[in-house]
């Protein structure tokens, strides 16, 4: 039998394309099975709510084992940039909502997200550098707050 009220808060702490969509996806899919669901963004993760940056989120190639591009080339000028442009194309051809609109899916199906208050100070943003839909910024103890009886997936 399935447990009511499941609940489920996801960290995310990356900014690349790559990084952003399995955290993305995985919240998506908790509202479709009709589960709570926290998003909480740090450090890098940021990017992914911040108005200047969601449009352009790169691929992390430099580091990547699993890359199909050589170790030489990968840290070569123009590589993420092309990789994110062979992604992006192939998430159009698969018709995936962009990050914005998985942003604004998510909060429309009852998503909550949040901003980590320590990485705002860190990268000197505001609220008002954020997506609309970024309810608050919070700290690490309001996120433990209300990820209380949660399962917990950090990305």
């Given at each position: 039998p399935m447990e009511a009220n499941r609940k489920v808060s996801i960290i995310?702490?990356?900014?690349?394309?790559?990084?952003?969509y399995p955290a993305l996806i995985l919240a998506n899919g908790a509202?479709?099975?009709?589960?709570?669901?926290?998003?909480?963004?740090t450090f890098y993760g940021?990017?992914?709510?911040?108005?200047?940056?969601?449009?352009?989120?790169?691929?992390?190639?430099?580091?990547?084992?699993?890359?199909?591009?050589?170790?030489?080339l990968m840290g070569l000028p123009g590589m993420e940039t092309m990789a994110a442009?062979?992604?992006?194309s192939k998430?159009?051809?698969?018709?995936?909502?962009?990050a914005r609109e998985m942003i604004e899916i998510l909060d429309e199906a009852g998503a909550?997200?949040?901003?980590?208050l320590l990485a705002m100070d860190m990268f000197g943003r505001t609220q008002d550098d954020l997506l609309p839909q970024v309810k608050d910024i919070i700290t690490v103890g309001d996120f433990y707050d209300m990820s209380e009886g949660s399962q917990i997936i950090f990305t």
């Open positions: 995310v702490s990356h900014g690349g394309l790559d990084e952003v509202r479709m099975e009709g589960i709570d669901c926290v998003l909480f963004f940021l990017d992914a709510v911040t108005e200047s940056k969601v449009d352009s989120l790169h691929v992390n190639m430099v580091g990547n084992p699993t890359s199909p591009v050589p170790t030489m442009k062979m992604m992006q998430m159009t051809d698969l018709e995936l909502p962009t909550e997200i949040y901003g980590c």
